[in-house]
C-alpha cells in the first residue's frame, strides 16, 4: 500500500485516517516540521499505515519551462537583458513560489535574493518576472522559491489561470 499524502495545516496539525478501520484521528506534527515528513502510523485498530507529511501553504504544479535567473545585487537595479540563454528550468510553480534546476555555475545559499524570469506554457505564453527568496537548496541544483516581491496582484491572475488548467 503506498503512503497517503496528508495536509498540516497552519497550526501543525494533521488529520489522519486509517485506510484499514477508517477511524480518523487529529495529531499535532509539529516536532515533524523540517524534519522527517514520512510516518509509519499504528492505529488502535493494531494495523499499520504510511503517510507523508505535506507542510506546504499551496500545491505545486509540476512544470519543464526555460527560465533565466540572477542574484539581485542590494540596492541596485537588476536587467536580465544581458542574460539571454537559459541558465534554470522551472520543474514547478504554486501561488506562493517556484522550484528551480540552476544551469551553469550561480551559486545560491538560503536567503539569497533572486529575479527569474520565464514564460508559462499558456496560450498567452505569460512571462512572469519575479523577485524569489530562496527557502531550499536541494540535491541536483534544485533551489526552492518564495515569491518576494509587491505584484502579487499582478501575477495572481496569471498564476490562477495557470494552475488550474
Known amino acids: 500500500m503506498s503512503a497517503a499524502e496528508v495536509f498540516v495545516n497552519q497550526e501543525n496539525m494533521a488529520l489522519f485516517c486509517c485506510p484499514h478501520c477508517d477511524k480518523m484521528t487529529q495529531v499535532s506534527v509539529a516536532k515533524f516540521k523540517g ?3 514520512s510516518l509509519q502510523i499504528k492505529c488502535s485498530c493494531a494495523k499499520t499505515f504510511s503517510v507523508n507529511l505535506n507542510f506546504r501553504k499551496k500545491d505545486r504544479k509540476p512544470t519543464d519551462l526555460s527560465g533565466v535567473c540572477c542574484r539581485m545585487p542590494a540596492g541596485q537595479p537588476v536587467k536580465l537583458s544581458g542574460l539571454e540563454d537559459e541558465n534554470c528550468r522551472v520543474v514547478n510553480i504554486s501561488f506562493g513560489g517556484v522550484g528551480l534546476r540552476l544551469h551553469g555555475d550561480l551559486q545560491v545559499q538560503l536567503g539569497d535574493i533572486l529575479l527569474v524570469s520565464f514564460a508559462l506554457d499558456d496560450k498567452q505564453q505569460s512571462e512572469l518576472k519575479r523577485k524569489i527568496i530562496v527557502r ?3 540535491d541536483n541544483n534544485y533551489i526552492g522559491g518564495e515569491f518576494n ?4 496582484n499582478v501575477y495572481e491572475k496569471t498564476i490562477g ?3 488550474m488548467s
Open 35 to 37: 524534519k522527517k515528513h
Open 136 to 138: 531550499h537548496v536541494g
Open 149 to 152: 516581491d509587491n505584484k502579487d
Open 161 to 163: 489561470y495557470y494552475l
